[in-house]
């Protein structure tokens, strides 16, 4: 479709003048100049794709001129010209960080599937509402399907229900609220719950907007340094009972952003049973290794959570915008999220198997997200994700091997997942001078934390851009840093 229609392009602009290649005089175009819009924007789609593997993660200097350019810019009173339009588009995704490229090895690593876009794509031009069941059951068919996959890979039980939903923030937030509702009705001002030291930050924000305020989030040690001791949490949970509070739930992180390090689930999981509060595991990161056979040993337990937040626009390389709640038992999403509104009475839901998403999330009209996971995976399948998310388990620990032989650098254990720590030898200002040094050279990108009171290096493997070539370059680049740093 793109590049070899170049000639029709040519053709189809040429009523618009030698230079001017469309501009729409109609919200719904007609017939050739679709055509000409999908094919303009469709070009570059398919440069972005192409070039994906080869970019280097640090673009053109945020340009000032670009910037400034921008901020003054205004909407034209008329259309303007297409190919001059896209071109702007172009000028701005030339700058910044480009972190849906191969060498993204900072932070979480995302990489934005072009089939789960052209998913967006289609479910955006359609624009079904699927708040409801009734308006279009076969759409909510579709995405709840998917939905089940989910809570079957995770062994959740036939009453447990997921969501899709924003990002893995609004999962936390969502599940947060959920158990709040359920433990401690409308004393919120009693609410508390429990999260290790790296447990991420959105989840203490989530508790904070559900109204578990200031200490009441409590924020527990780790044994080990990187794993939530669940002694810590048992100590802290008897404490508040007999204080008089209510606890609503325990935060494991299956994968902590910090270290990709997974929380003790079964012993958290036994824990919450026990004291009879929620157990939610905030699997952003991690989530979906599950599908992997050494993810799945290793994230044993996940399978007794309450909840369990997931990002597709993580670990399952979608674009972002895509996170997921898995809930054990789907009235307690009702009980938490259940309105009535006089003015949504004219619409039939007689199919019960459908869930009515309005009924068990924070939100009324939402974008139906359930395309931008169903195609991609049939598309390419379970097992190219499963692949993927091998490859980057086996890249993690190629890459921690590598590192664990160099004398000038100390690895922080092997990884749970696909995040390898490390330092060189030296200060603080040490590590953050090879970190300048690595990702000044464009092509790969690492980030750093702060862990136990000391910085450290972050390198996270997780887009399925990332090769054993890119893991290569950036171990060469640390590594001739450190002996740098040794030297001088
Ligand atoms: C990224 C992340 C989040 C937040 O998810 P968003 O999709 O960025 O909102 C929560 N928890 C963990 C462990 C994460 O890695």
């Not at 999908?38 to 972005?48: I, N, P, T």
């Not at 070039?51 to 910037?67: I, K, M, N, S």
């Not at 909510?140 to 998917?146: I, M, R």
């Not at 931008?372 to 998310?389: E, I, N, S, T």
Request: aromatic share 4%; charged share 25%; hydrophobic share 45%.
């Amino acid at each position: 479709m793109v590049g070899a229609d170049r000639e029709d392009d040519a053709e189809v602009s040429a009523t618009d003048g030698p230079t001017d290649s469309v501009r729409l005089r109609a919200f719904d175009p007609p017939g050739e100049q679709t055509d000409a819009l999908l094919d303009e924007v469709g070009d570059l789609v398919a440069q972005l794709v192409t070039t994906a593997a080869d970019r280097d993660v640090l673009g053109l200097p945020r340009g000032q001129e670009l910037t400034t350019h921008l901020l003054d810019q205004r909407p034209p009173e008329g259309p303007e010209e297409l190919t001059a339009t896209l071109e702007q588009v172009r000028e701005v995704l030339a700058t910044g960080i480009d972190n849906a490229a191969a060498g993204e090895l900072a932070y979480i690593p995302g990489s934005g599937l072009l089939t789960a876009a052209l998913g967006d794509l289609v479910a955006a031009v359609a624009n079904r509402y699927t708040g409801m069941s009734g308006f279009t059951p076969a759409a909510v068919a579709l995405e709840q399907g998917v939905l089940r996959w989910l809570t079957e890979a995770f062994e959740l039980p036939e009453r447990s229900q997921g969501l899709l939903l924003s990002g893995g923030s609004n999962a936390n937030l969502t599940a947060i609220v959920a158990a709040r509702e359920k433990h401690a009705g409308d004393r919120a001002d009693l609410a508390t719950v429990y999260v290790g030291e790296h447990a991420h930050a959105s989840v203490r924000k989530a508790a904070r907007i559900a109204g578990v305020t200031g200490d009441h989030v409590r924020v527990c040690s780790s044994a080990d340094g990187l794993r939530l001791d669940p002694e810590a949490v048992r100590v802290a949970i008897k404490q508040d009972v007999a204080d008089g509070l209510r606890p609503i739930a325990i935060i494991g992180a299956a994968g902590t952003t910090n270290a990709g390090a997974i929380d003790p689930l079964p012993q958290l999981a036994d824990l919450a049973q026990q004291l009879g509060v929620w157990f939610h595991v905030d699997a952003a990161y991690g989530g979906f290794f599950q599908l992997t056979e050494r993810g799945r040993a290793r994230l044993t337990g996940i399978e007794r959570a309450d909840s369990i937040t997931l990002d597709p626009h993580k670990s399952l390389f979608l674009p972002f915008g895509t996170g997921a709640l898995l809930v054990r038992e789907r009235d307690d999403l009702a009980h938490a999220f259940a309105e009535t509104a006089d003015y949504l009475r004219d619409h039939s839901d007689d199919l019960d198997v459908l869930p009515d998403f309005s009924a068990i999330t924070p939100e009324l009209t939402r974008e139906w997200r359930g395309l931008r996971l169903w195609l991609p995976l049939q598309l390419h399948g379970v097992a190219a994700f499963r692949d993927a998310l091998d490859g980057a388990l086996d890249l993690a620990e190629h890459a921690w091997r590598v590192l664990d032989e160099d004398p000038n650098l100390e690895v922080l254990g092997a990884p749970d997942l696909s995040i390898v720590t490390f330092r060189v030898r030296g200060g603080d200002a040490a590590q953050d001078a090879v970190l300048r040094r690595v990702n000044a050279d464009g092509r790969v990108r690492l980030s750093s934390t702060v862990m136990g009171g000391r910085v450290v290096l972050r390198l996270a493997v997780l887009s399925h851009r990332t090769t054993a070539e890119t893991v290569t370059v950036a171990l060469e680049l640390i590594r001739a840093a450190a002996r740098h740093l040794d030297v001088g």
